[in-house]
Every structure is written in C-alpha cells, then in structure tokens.
C-alpha cells in the first residue's frame, strides 16, 4: 500500500477516534452554578442550554442514551475521549474537514480491512498514537519530529504547537533532519532557540542551521 494512502487510513481511524468525542463533552456539564463562573466559561454553558431547548424530544432521548452510555463506560475511556475532545476542538477548521473526510473514507473500507488497520494503529508506539491528535498535518509527521517534541515542559506546549501549524512543508522536513542529528541532550536546547526566533524568520533560520550556516 503506498505510504500516502496508509497515512490517509491511519487519520481515518484518529479521525473516528476524535470526531466520537464531543459527545462525550457534551456528556458533562460542570456542576457549578453559571453565575459563579467566568465569563467564557458561563457563555457555553448558556449556548449548551439553548441547543437543548432546541431539541425535540426525540432528540433529548438520544442525547439521555448517549449520556447513560457515556456514564457506564470506564474511568480511564473517559479520560481518553476527553482528551480526544480536546485535541479534536484545538484543530483549524481545515483539518478538522479532512479529518471527517478521512474517517468517512474509512467507514467505506471492508471491515476485514478495518480491523487491520485499527489493529496497527493500536500496535503503535503510544507517543505515535498520541501524536496522532494533532491533526492529518502534524500526526503524519510526528514520527519525524517527536523525538525533538515529545517531551517539551508544559509551557512551551501551546506555542509549539501554534509554531508547528505556521511552518511549512520544507520547516517540517528541516526541524526533522535536525532532531534526528542533535543529540538527544541538545534537543531541549535546540527546540528553545528555535522557538525564541521571530516567527517570520523561523524558516529561514532552520534552513540556515540544515545547511550549516551560523
């Protein structure tokens, strides 16, 4: 099977995997009163209100079997779609449209077919599984780039990963040969100082330190 249509049918079993979480989300609405929330947070829970007003009947027993459903399942699944929920609502509009083609795709693979590639994407390292939440984009590229990314401080999380969706084809390819050529006591380092360069020079500065230029 080539390498791209591979790549395609493992986004369609992520994308199954994330596009399954919102109703879990939606499963669990905090228990705190709305008035002492913040602002943010009290506007969707007033939006989520106003969808179930919205409902018809019908659709309220679905949304009660959904939820009784999601009560039983285990700690640790929940855990998990949580987390699918929130890589899933943390992706650009355009990914997210793929992501929902690639599983759509995938539903129309023969279930002999199916359970191959769910087993293969289950026999995956966890960080590449993981990696996988970040998108068609960035999760068919983290078998290149994990080893310079996996294990960054929580703080730098959220600009890398705003960094990362900004670079190009060529960056991804540059940040790849350096990660796989840096030591791995460097990486830290490597990954800070490319992160504290100016993001319209980010690119320019990977293909300088690639071709080794100071």
């Keep these: 099977m080539p390498i791209s249509e591979r790549v395609r049918r ?10 399954a979480a919102p109703l879990a989300q939606a499963a669990l609405p905090p228990a705190l009163k709305a008035e002492s929330l ?19 009947p019908a659709e309220r027993d ?3 079997a959904r939820l009784a459903a999601w009560q039983i399942l285990p700690a640790g699944e929940r855990a998990r779609r949580r987390i699918a ?3 899933a609502d943390a992706l650009p509009h355009a990914e997210r449209m793929r992501l929902q083609q690639a599983a759509a795709h995938f539903e129309t ?9 769910r087993l293969a994407f289950e026999q995956l390292d966890l960080s590449l599984r993981r990696g996988w939440l970040l998108g068609p984009v960035l999760g068919a590229d983290w078998p290149r780039l994990h080893s ?12 890398v990963l705003l960094a990362l969706r900004a670079t190009s084809l060529q960056a991804r390819d ?12 460097e990486r830290d380092a490597l990954r800070a100082q490319w992160l504290a360069v100016p ?3 980010r690119d320019a500065w990977l293909r300088a330190r690639v071709a080794g230029t100071p």
Aim: glycine content about 4%.
């Design 38 to 56: 913040p602002a943010a947070e009290r506007a969707q829970l007033e939006a989520r209100a106003a969808r179930l007003a919205q409902m018809t």
């Design 10 to 19: 493992f986004a369609g079993v992520a994308g199954l995997l994330l596009l």
């Design 109 to 117: 693979l023969p279930e002999p077919e199916q359970r191959e590639l």
């Design 148 to 159: 310079l990314f996996s294990a960054m401080p929580e703080d730098q999380r959220g600009p």
């Design 62 to 64: 679905a949304l009660k």
């Design 199 to 201: 993001a319209d020079t």
């Design 85 to 87: 929920w929130q890589a």
């Design 174 to 185: 540059d940040l790849a040969a350096l990660a796989q050529r840096t030591p791995p006591q």
